[in-house]
């Protein structure tokens, strides 16, 4: 899994606007009925509330804190998170289409990335409802503003 960038998070990025290394980002769950729209608008207040799967039976919206560290190679650079996720405790978890992580220290409390699913998914009571994310959050290319640009 790994998550794809709004396009608001990528222009507050370059603006210094987001540290993701010491900036609180969350996990919210969302439901199928959700649509990912990357071209925004893209604040936790934006999203439609019905979409948001509901706090119970393990599972809290905005609770969970995920560890980031970002690794520069090169051009490339890969945000890493580690694996998360909920117990499901008297009840059903889901069902769940996508995660949505948020930067809950900016003001907007923009999302910076949704992981689609390829499913819609829940977990039973007693079981986890688990992100692996051995792939990392985000990768993608190096921004430098300094370099050549070629045109054909």
């Known amino acids: 899994m790994i998550g794809i960038c709004t396009l608001q998070f990528i222009e507050e990025l370059h603006k210094g606007e987001h540290n993701l290394e010491a900036d609180v980002l969350?996990?919210?769950?969302?439901?199928?009925?959700?649509?990912?729209?990357?071209?925004?608008?893209?604040?936790?207040?934006?999203?439609?509330?019905?979409?948001?799967?509901?706090s119970g039976n393990g599972y809290t919206q905005k609770a969970k804190t995920l560890t980031v560290s970002v690794v520069v190679e090169g051009s490339?650079?890969?945000?890493?998170?580690?694996?998360f996720g909920w117990t499901a405790d008297g009840g059903f978890i889901g069902p769940a289409a996508a995660c949505l992580i948020v930067n809950t220290?900016?003001?907007?409390?923009?999302?910076?990335?949704?992981?689609?699913?390829?499913?819609?998914?829940?977990?039973s009571p007693g079981d986890p409802f688990t992100l692996h994310m051995t792939d990392g959050l985000?990768?993608?290319?190096?921004?430098?503003?300094?370099?050549?640009?070629?045109?054909?």
Do not use: Q, W
Request: aromatic residues 12%; contains cysteine; negative net charge.
């Open 26 to 54: 969350v996990a919210c769950l969302v439901t199928p009925g959700y649509v990912f729209n990357i071209s925004g608008p893209n604040g936790y207040g934006d999203i439609d509330s019905r979409h948001l799967l509901p």
């Open 105 to 123: 220290s900016h003001i907007n409390e923009t999302i910076v990335c949704a992981i689609m699913f390829d499913d819609v998914y829940a977990a």
């Open 76 to 83: 490339k650079v890969k945000v890493n998170c580690n694996d």
């Open 138 to 152: 985000i990768s993608g290319y190096a921004y430098n503003p300094g370099a050549e640009v070629f045109e054909e």
